[in-house]
């Protein structure tokens, strides 16, 4: 038997950070069920068709179920600069095709026969093909090689997928009923398992694992090697003491990534692939030193926020429009004002749906709430949806949450969620609930609130201070992470669950606004012919038919502290010299009425309802003192922030659209008569809007057109006016068309006024 190497290294925390690495070509080898599935190639310096270069194809690890061929890039760019051709695959997943663990095989299988069928085109020795992957990943690579079956009907079975060599990362090699996955492939398990099929002929193998990994045993892997030894097969075993599963990853442990990448190297040397000694060393310290500093990401997201309370949004309206509660019902936010004076100010981004949970969904995720499995608050995302933080930190980055989170059904408060979408760090994620005072001990965080009758907190505001109140000690834990992570690319939500209510704030921001005399808006009374159908004014939900002046001067005051927090925020970055390379994104979920209308809070699409700020800083790229009048909703925002932040997002399909050019423009002002569709959580009402009109469909009324110029006090129905038919006729038209491509059930229920 072949000696087992350990290798038992130290472990530095320190950080590396990748440069943005791209294929240098991709390629489609598969078109199958009306998806194209791709070859991310990587040559060396040079290299033409006429070479005879050694080649190794890589599948990306996540449970047969997610991932990308981004997770090998950096292997990818190493090996080809050794002389090899370096492949990764993209291959069908359960998230993105909903498909089994077979057919993943099936489309490694394929990978395989296609580039040994087209290796004289690409300069590859069709005899020196090498396949690895991680986890899933690796299962896939070792059943190219020891799998009979799992072949594509349209394969040509006369070209051979058995890899000439492996080169497997935490395998889960072993799917039995003692392995991994079992219960996914149980029907099938002992023609799927690669352990259990394997004989002599094995092509060499290098297995790289943890001592406590899980997934895939030390004891596994023994005898996975002592198998193949015994058929007189060749197996490296490499246990790496202390590491857990996914230790290679380079967002997980800097040092693994590139040790593994030594002894995959000195493994393909000893098989004839390479030559020479390993460069991993010169690699990283070239990389390092040639590096593209990706971008840092910080979003500032508040709850419940009505736009006439922030100065930037203020100063795009008329005085009319600005001071809504009277002259004198203003409170000053100079820092949030600073960051649109320095970035980008969008006078048009739509929540897809105006209330809490559907709208955090379709950010995450970037699709409409009814694909995400949380189209109304409280209901859960589903388990398959991919968020940009998901591929955020699949590219490297240290991802956090803190705050509020609400995507986790109803658990209430819900603290540091099991299932946490891609935010490596979410100590701090709160699923449900407006807590006013927070503690943390040895445990973690904690609620420092006693229950009141209605499910939230007792106010004690003697407990309330700059340190236990919910937005400072939010601030201040995302402060901490930033100081933890400055040295790598990171991303961190910080998610404010006010001003939303209770409104309540801690001293002294609690008598800030105290003085103030808030007057009725101007729209608190309407008319019947001014009052849609859907508006509901008569019902108790969120009526709001007498000002109270103390919950106003207490929404003043949350508002006062979120922005002295977001200053707190700014300065940091300053002081730290990080805030030119940094991307600061200021929004929230949805607005508040605020009396408007007779109603409080959220769920209309009036301007103030379903309209939210959007602010973004990026010094690097967005010329400063810019604003954006063009309609965007909460599904464009994944895809736009990925695009800015120059992260390849192609193989996800995302319903919102990439906007980065819109926002790296050099245009003072962007005008763009773009429409979207949002959409109301109980099917009461669907709308189409663009930067001056809003229909508003529903089957509670007739038709309601508004001329948000003409109108922005959102009281005239111009449907049916003679000179607006031509703009009814074409934004009914575009918000049907939306309707039947993202699946609005109320289009499928035809019940439309």
């Known amino acids: ?60 690890g996540g449970g047969w179920k997610g991932g990308s061929p981004g997770h090998f890039y950096n292997q990818s760019k190493y090996l080809a600069s050794r002389g090899m051709v370096a492949i990764s695959v993209q291959y069908r997943t359960e998230k993105a095709n909903n498909t089994s663990p077979a057919e993943c095989v099936k489309d490694g299988k394929s990978a395989i026969r296609w580039i040994r069928s087209h290796s004289a085109e690409y300069g590859i020795n069709s005899k020196k093909i090498a396949a690895g992957g991680g986890s899933a990943g690796g299962n896939i690579a070792a059943a190219t090689a020891v799998l009979k079956g799992f072949n594509e009907s349209s394969d040509d079975l006369t070209v051979s997928c058995k890899p000439n060599a492996l080169v497997l990362f935490n395998p889960v090699a072993n799917n039995g009923p003692e392995g991994y996955g079992y219960d996914r492939v149980k029907e099938y398990w002992k023609d799927f398992s690669p352990y259990h099929n394997l004989e002599k002929g094995t092509s060499p193998t290098l297995i790289m694992l943890g001592t406590k990994d899980k997934l895939f045993t030390p004891d596994q892997a023994k005898q996975y090697k002592q198998k193949m030894e015994v058929f007189g097969d060749r197996c490296d075993l490499i246990l790496y003491e202390g590491q857990d599963h996914a230790f290679f990853n380079l967002d997980i442990n800097e040092e693994m990534h590139f040790q593994t990448m030594k002894d995959t190297d000195i493994f393909l040397t000893s098989l004839g692939y390479l030559k020479g000694a390993p460069t991993v060393d010169d690699f990283r310290k070239n990389t390092k030193s040639k590096q593209y500093r990706q971008p840092n990401l910080i979003i500032i997201h508040t709850d419940e926020h009505n736009l006439r309370t922030i100065g930037a949004y203020r100063n795009t309206m008329t005085d009319e429009q600005a001071f809504m509660w009277g002259k004198d019902a203003v409170v000053t936010t100079p820092n949030i004002d600073a960051l649109a004076k320095d970035g980008v100010l969008c006078t048009n981004w739509y ?33 398959d949806v991919v968020t940009f933080a998901q591929i955020l930190k699949e590219k490297g980055y240290a991802t956090s949450y803190v705050g509020k989170w609400h995507l986790d059904g109803d658990d209430k408060p819900g603290i540091h969620p099991d299932r946490s979408f891609g935010f490596k760090d979410n100590r701090y ?72 209510g209770p409104n309540q704030v801690r001293a002294p921001y609690d008598t800030m606004y105290s003085n103030i005399k808030f007057e009725d808006p101007r729209t608190m009374y309407p008319t019947p012919e001014q009052t849609p159908g859907w508006l509901n004014i008569r019902g108790k939900k969120n009526s709001g038919k007498k000002v109270k002046q103390q919950a106003m001067a207490q929404y003043f005051g949350m508002v006062k502290c979120i922005d002295d927090n977001v200053g707190r925020i700014l300065n940091h970055l300053k002081e730290n010299n990080l805030e030119e390379n940094t991307i600061v994104v200021f929004t929230s979920d949805h607005g508040d009425l605020l009396y408007e209308h007779q109603k409080l809070n959220k769920g209309n699409p009036y301007e103030m309802s379903a309209r939210v700020a959007f602010i973004i800083r990026y010094p690097k790229k967005i010329n400063a003192e ?25 193989e996800y399909k995302f319903h919102g659209i990439d906007a980065s050019k819109d926002f790296k423009s050099k245009k003072k002002k962007i005008i763009d008569d773009r429409t979207v569709y949002i959409t109301n959580a109980n099917n009461r009402w669907v709308a189409a809007v663009n930067n001056r009109y809003k229909l508003v469909l529903s089957p509670k ?53």
């Open 1 to 60: 038997m072949k000696k087992i190497i350990f290798s038992f290294l130290l472990i530095i925390n320190t950080v590396f950070v990748v440069a943005q690495t791209n294929p240098d070509k991709k390629v489609v080898y598969k078109n199958i069920d009306s998806t194209e599935l791709s070859l991310h190639f990587f040559f060396p310096e040079g290299h033409s068709s006429s070479d005879q270069s050694s080649a190794i194809v890589f599948f990306h």
């Open 351 to 383: 929540a897809s749906s105006p209330v809490c949970t559907p709208s955090r969904a379709s950010m995450v995720s970037g699709l409409y709430p009814i694909a995400t499995g949380s189209p109304v608050n409280d209901m859960p995302l589903n388990d």
């Open 429 to 500: 994620m709160i699923n449900r609930g407006h807590w006013k005072v927070l503690g943390e001990n040895e445990e973690g965080l904690y609620v420092d609130q006693k229950l009141s009758s209605y499910g939230g907190g007792q106010w004690e505001p003697k407990k309330a201070n700059e340190e236990t109140f919910t937005t400072d000690f939010l601030t201040d834990r995302t402060i901490e992470i930033i100081e933890r992570d400055s040295n790598k690319p990171f991303c961190v939500m910080l998610s404010f669950p006010d001003p939303h």
């Open 626 to 650: 810019r604003t954006i009048q063009k309609a965007y909703t909460m599904v464009d925002f994944a895809p736009t922030i990925l695009g800015l932040m120059d992260i390849d997002h192609s």
């Open 701 to 753: 009324d007739k038709p309601w057109l508004f001329d948000l110029e003409k109108d922005p006090d959102e009281l005239i129905n111009f449907y049916n006016k003679p000179e607006y038919s031509k703009i009814a006729e074409e934004l009914q038209k575009e918000l049907y068309d939306q309707m039947d491509k993202y699946g609005e059930p109320l289009k499928k229920k035809a019940i439309l006024k």
